[in-house]
């Protein structure tokens, strides 16, 4: 195993300090670590970081103070952050809740250096945000904190103990910097950060930091998804939507199987007020197979899902039903008559692709059965941040009502009909739920489900779509791609 390469940048502005880089190679020394100490020299700090930043070669590149106040051990600590994956920039602070000046997040972004120290480590990545950077005096770190929130980069704070107290700026100080920043960007003077995945705009930021990755979200659109570095050897740096790696399989029996039935049974009524009887049916992502088995009685069913536990499951149950993605499924058959994605459309990457397969699939006028989340929705809109991390666990994009129905009629589907979906969930979930989110509410609430059926029809901030695939060429069809060989583009 190759050791870890560190490029540790200095930029000295005035007289040189030899002594710091120094102690710098004495410490990195002990590490085990491939190191290079670069002092570029320059009369403007920015300059000489952006200087240093562009010669650096390690894997992690690390800005340090050139008058060291803190501890050489901080070094490590920031180059082992982002050497785990935790992190892809660290911005070293003095107090464990520093947020900086309250009007300059305001203007900027809420997450802020400390303007009394300059330690920040970048991955190999991460290093083109100071690149980016335009302001030549030290103010240069709030354009680093600016850009990596555009571009979606991970940030996490370092703890260090500095006795320093001179600031690089303050909160009226840095205020014409962060205008300037501002103003800088509506120019276009920074590089793009890469498009929404659902409608090609630019207008992205950052929308919340979950462990392990960030979730964007789009001004235009209203969609939220996933996005995350890939620096795998071989391979350019770009943006891809990679969900968490499950840490086990999936289980579909957090719900009683009554409960799953009549859930299955409202969708198969949903279907059957559009397709005939014996029509030909598709399921992505089967799932636990309830649905497959009610309608198999009624149409000729095929069912695909990429999860060959739940495959194996359905084909037990008499199903025909195939280990395939929808990309690498092969009809053999007739084209379908309609094809049903019950909460899958947000677990696909490619959300463009899936539409055009998808419609080569059906036949024309056939029907396309569409349930998801839909951020648009109060129910999301009032507990987005309590269900943020918990809905990203598997979900690559969240989209809006009208992105939805945007995107299909982009891709050549006429909308025939679009409402809440609702389904059943026992009481004792809604019970559990209710103590954890609402306990004030929850003893109220518990007395009043005892007069309710078991399992309980309810409201998830779902919608259902009803869309019908048009004869002949998609109308307004775009060419650029939702996936770009850089992370910029």
């Known amino acids: 195993m190759s050791s870890t390469s560190v490029s540790v940048v200095l930029p000295f502005c005035g007289a040189r300090s030899g002594a710091a880089v120094e102690a710098i190679e004495r410490y990195l020394e002990t590490t085990g670590f491939t190191f290079e100490v670069l002092a570029p020299e320059s009369e ?42 935790a992190t892809d920039v660290v911005f070293a602070s003095t107090a464990a809740d520093h947020r900086g000046p309250a009007i300059l997040r ?52 370092l703890v260090v103990q500095s006795p320093r107290s001179k600031r690089a700026y303050g909160a009226l100080d840095g205020v014409p910097s962060a205008i300037s920043v501002r103003l800088a960007n509506r120019r276009n ?19 919340a930091q979950i462990p392990g990755n960030v979730i964007r979200a789009c001004r235009r659109c209203k969609c939220r998804y996933l996005n995350q570095f890939t620096d795998e050897p071989g391979s350019p740096v770009r943006r891809v939507l990679r969900a968490h790696a499950p840490p086990f399989a999936p289980a579909y029996e957090a719900h009683s199987q009554p409960a799953r039935e009549r859930t299955s049974l409202r969708r198969l009524a949903w279907v059957r007020r559009q397709l005939p009887s014996r029509a030909r049916v598709l399921e992505v992502g089967v799932r636990d197979g309830s649905f497959g088995t009610i309608a198999a009685n009624e149409y000729e069913y095929v069912g695909i899902d990429p999860a060959s536990v739940a495959a194996r499951h359905a084909r037990a149950r008499g199903l025909e039903v195939y280990c ?17 994605l019950f909460h899958v459309f947000e677990n696909m990457a490619e959300p463009h692709d899936a539409l055009a397969r998808i419609k080569d699939l059906l036949k024309p006028g056939g029907v396309l059965f569409l349930s998801t989340f839909d951020t648009e929705g109060l129910i999301y809109l ?108």
């Open 189 to 207: 003077a920074y590089r793009a950060a890469r498009r929404c995945p659902v409608c090609f705009s630019y207008a992205v930021w950052t929308c």
């Open 382 to 489: 009032f507990s987005e941040r309590k269900r943020m991390e918990r809905n990203f666990r598997t979900h690559l994009i969240l989209y809006s009502r009208s992105a939805l129905i945007e995107l299909l009629e982009h891709s050549g589907y006429e909308i025939l009909d679009i409402g809440p979906d609702f389904e059943y969930r026992d009481q004792k979930l809604v019970r559990h739920w209710l103590s954890s989110h609402h306990p004030l509410v929850a003893p109220v609430a518990r007395a009043g489900m005892k007069v309710l059926p078991d399992p309980m029809i309810v409201s998830t901030g779902s919608i259902r779509i009803v869309a019908r695939r048009r004869a002949g060429m998609p109308v307004n069809t775009r060419a650029i791609r939702s996936v770009e060989p850089t992370h910029a583009r």
């Open 324 to 340: 395939a993605t929808l990309s690498s499924f092969v009809n053999t058959g007739p084209a379908f008559d309609g094809i049903t």
């Open 106 to 157: 305001w203007l900027l972004v809420p997450i802020l250096p400390d303007a009394a120290i300059q330690l920040t480590a970048f991955s190999s990545a991460a290093k083109l945000i100071a690149g980016e950077t335009r302001l030549t005096d030290a103010r240069c770190h709030l354009e680093i904190a600016f850009l990596a929130n555009k571009y979606g980069f991970r940030i996490e704070p």
């Open 44 to 85: 403007q700090y920015g300059i000489a970081l952006r200087r240093g930043v562009s010669d650096a070669k390690g894997r992690v590149i690390v800005v340090v103070d050139p008058e060291l106040p803190y501890p050489v051990g901080a070094i490590g600590d920031a180059v082992a952050m982002v050497e785990s994956g």
